[in-house]
């Protein structure tokens, strides 16, 4: 019982990315069949974001005041009734709407999940499970667009993936009831000092910035960035899925390679080969598959690698009673980069073309590395002035 818990978890969190990944796939290219600019693309699939910056403070609350169950099933119906909403919605405002709910419930779902693994998950298993789950929220945003270009070719209507991510959204209750007599009490956390945490690690949150540059702006824009290059939607919907292998397998490795390594030289690397990689692509994606989707699976390892060195930094450089605000603070900051990531990427890619994507990733990647470097210029590389 001790690791059918943990594993249930897993499975539920991979299944909530899976919804995700499909919708990555779905509602941008629904949007701009409907006439939406990159721009109006990149706003509408921000608000996923939107609604954990908005509610960031008052997750832990929530969370507390619902409790496990409630909290599920009614997220769980919340995500499936706004995806089924969205499939007969052509009013722009009403997208806004729907993928704003979509991504609320799922932050709440995944904030359950996430401390519910950490109550139930001890001993020497603690650090793989925990790397099982890190897993699990990119394999499901990988196996979106593989699964949706599976089925949509015995797709009766435009409107029935809509009813298969709907029921899949469903998901989460059917397993998480096998368990929910194992629920854990919640307690609500400390209030998050983001200004705090800031200040005193501000390479590290500026790390993860750029890393939600890539994380949340690349999965809404690389199939209209591979179409827009001449790939079929098929294979530029397998940009997305190789980026999130890449941050399963290659941000597995580099993250257990930051425990033998100093941590911030494993970033400013990641980032480096991030930025690399980015204006590689535009010149392979015209001709050269393969490469591409080589480079994606390199990228994407980068990206996982920053986010998971940068969170093990953090747990090593506060204390213990600061680390709840340190983590959400630095979840904030991923998120705070997805949202400029999304808008800037579907402006740049109006004004200048399909390789604003990549425009946008090397100008952010190249500025944070000239800020590292200017730092650092008269300082020693130590953690007492790296984190400042």
């Given at each position: ?34 006439g ?9 699939m ?25 909290i599920v099933i ?53 650090g ?15 196996l ?23 029921l ?45 540059i ?23 919907g ?17 993250s ?51 986010y998971?060195?940068g969170?093990?930094f ?75």
């Amino acid at each position: 019982m001790k690791i059918f818990v943990p594993i249930t978890i897993i499975i539920t969190t991979l299944t909530i990315q899976l919804s995700s990944g499909l919708n990555y796939v779905i509602f941008p290219q629904v949007l701009s069949e409907q006439g939406y600019s990159n721009t109006f693309v990149g706003f509408a699939m921000s608000f996923e974001i939107v609604s954990t910056l908005i509610l960031y403070k008052k997750l832990s609350e929530i969370v507390k005041k619902l409790g496990v169950v409630k909290i599920v099933i009614f997220a769980s119906l919340a995500r499936s009734l706004s995806i089924y909403f969205l499939a007969y919605v052509n009013h722009y405002a009403l997208w806004l709407s729907g993928i704003f709910i979509y991504g609320l419930m799922t932050t709440l779902l995944l904030v359950v999940l996430s401390t519910w693994l950490n109550m139930v998950s001890v001993g020497k298993l603690k650090g793989f499970i925990i790397g099982l789950y890190s897993s699990a929220l990119s394999c499901g945003i990988a196996l979106g667009p593989v699964v949706y270009y599976s089925y949509k070719k015995f797709a009766s209507s435009e409107t029935e993936p809509f009813w298969v991510n709907a029921l899949i959204a469903l998901i989460p209750i059917l397993i998480l009831s096998f368990i929910f007599n194992n629920k854990p009490s919640l307690e609500s956390g400390e209030k998050v000092r983001f200004k705090f945490i800031f200040r005193h690690a501000k390479a590290i949150m500026l790390s993860a910035f750029v890393g939600g540059i890539c994380f949340f702006g690349l999965p809404s824009f690389l199939v209209l960035y591979g179409t827009a290059n001449g790939l079929t939607t098929d294979s530029a919907g397998f940009l997305l899925t190789m980026f999130m292998l890449g941050s399963v397998s290659i941000g597995l490795v580099v993250s257990s390679l930051s425990s033998f390594f100093d941590k911030r030289l494993i970033i400013l690397v990641c980032v480096s080969i991030s930025s690399l990689c980015a204006v590689f692509l535009s010149l392979s994606v015209y001709t050269h598959l393969y490469t591409a989707l080589a480079l994606m699976f390199l990228w994407g390892g980068c990206m996982g690698g920053i986010y998971a060195t940068g969170m093990s930094f953090i747990g090593e450089r506060f204390r213990t009673e600061d680390q709840v605000s340190a983590n959400m603070s630095y979840v904030l900051m991923d998120s705070v980069g997805g949202l400029v990531g999304l808008c800037i990427i579907g402006g740049s890619m109006d004004l200048i073309g399909a390789e604003g994507l990549s425009y946008t990733v090397v100008i952010f990647s190249t500025t944070y590395l000239l800020f590292i470097l200017s730092r650092h210029k008269y300082k020693s590389l130590i953690p007492g002035h790296w984190g400042h």
